[in-house]
């Protein structure tokens, strides 16, 4: 991967911050719109470069979900160092790390968004072979640039590292488990079509999250990286939207003297037809998630949120050549 759009990004604005966080194989590039737009209107941004991403992928398989989760906690201290308010958003993987953040920090962020997000898999797979395939084989195929329109595309890996993989499915049922502790307001936008991640992950969300503020949006054109798809505007427009409500930011007063992007400059990797249905009962329906996949597998080893796991195997840098996407 090369390029600015796949580095790290910041700019300063007023004195709303927004924490941007990208996916699993992917980088800020896929994100890289959204940011501009937020920085455009106004606000303070921050979209770091996860660990292990943005270079390539057997980099990827010396990182976890607690190496990720460290570097946008960073970034979420920084911002809320200089902004009296903060929104965290996420797409993919980001959005397992937007809710952990939201689980971990009630009292630094005024409202959360997701985009297709991910904190289960029904997949066999992946919730029986992987733990074990990863000692056997380090990638199979890759999984990004999901888009539904053909002159789009996101710079991410062309393997999945699937050690790097399976500590992001040891991190599900952490988060999963603390859904109901968040209370913040929730801006949830999903694809109807997503070939990565399964419709009964917005699904359990809706279900489990403890918020009585929560906005569903369909993105009826895109599918999974829809931050770089067809309904991106809808993404950018909405949550700009959501952003202010939640924390009372005035229009003008955030755009009118921070217009002008042409100062915005890569950082390092340190500093780093849609319908609107509004959720209040949280009650899941009969279609939602069966309740065998609400629980993690009991067999599952759950991650801890600080330390990766040591007792991991290292494993070679050729992947399989024939292998199928998780």
Known sequence: ??????????????????????????????????????AAEGFTVRLPLLPGHGTRWQDANRTTFADWLSAVTDSLAELAG?????????????????????ELHPETISGIVL???????????????????????????????????????????????????????????VVRAGLGSITMPVLLLHSRVDHVVEPEN?????????SSDVTEVWLERSYHVATLDYDKQEIFERSVEFVRRVTGACAAAESSAFRGAADDAPVSDRAPDSAEVPVSDRAPD??????????????????????????????SDEAAPEAAAP
């Open 1 to 38: 991967m090369s390029g600015d759009d796949a580095a790290a990004f910041a700019h300063d604005g007023g004195d709303v911050g927004v924490l941007l966080c990208h996916g699993f194989t992917g980088s800020p590039q896929s994100m890289r719109p959204w940011a501009d737009h937020l």
């Open 82 to 102: 200089r902004c009296s308010r903060v929104v965290v958003a996420g797409m993919s993987m980001g959005g397992t790390l937007t809710l952990r953040l939201a």
């Open 115 to 173: 985009v297709n997000p991910s904190i289960l898999s029904l997949r066999r797979d992946v919730k029986y072979l992987l733990p074990v395939l990863k000692y056997l084989v380090p990638a199979q195929k890759g999984i990004a640039s999901d888009i539904a329109d053909p002159a789009a595309s996101e710079d991410g890996y062309d393997h999945t590292p699937l050690r790097a993989m399976d500590s992001l499915r040891r991190a599900w049922p």
């Open 202 to 210: 917005s699904a359990a969300v809706l279900a489990e999250i403890g």
């Open 286 to 315: 009969s279609a939602e998630v069966p309740v065998s996949d609400r629980a993690p597998d009991s067999a599952e080893t759950p991650v801890s949120d600080r330390a990766p796991d040591s007792a991991e195997a290292p494993v």
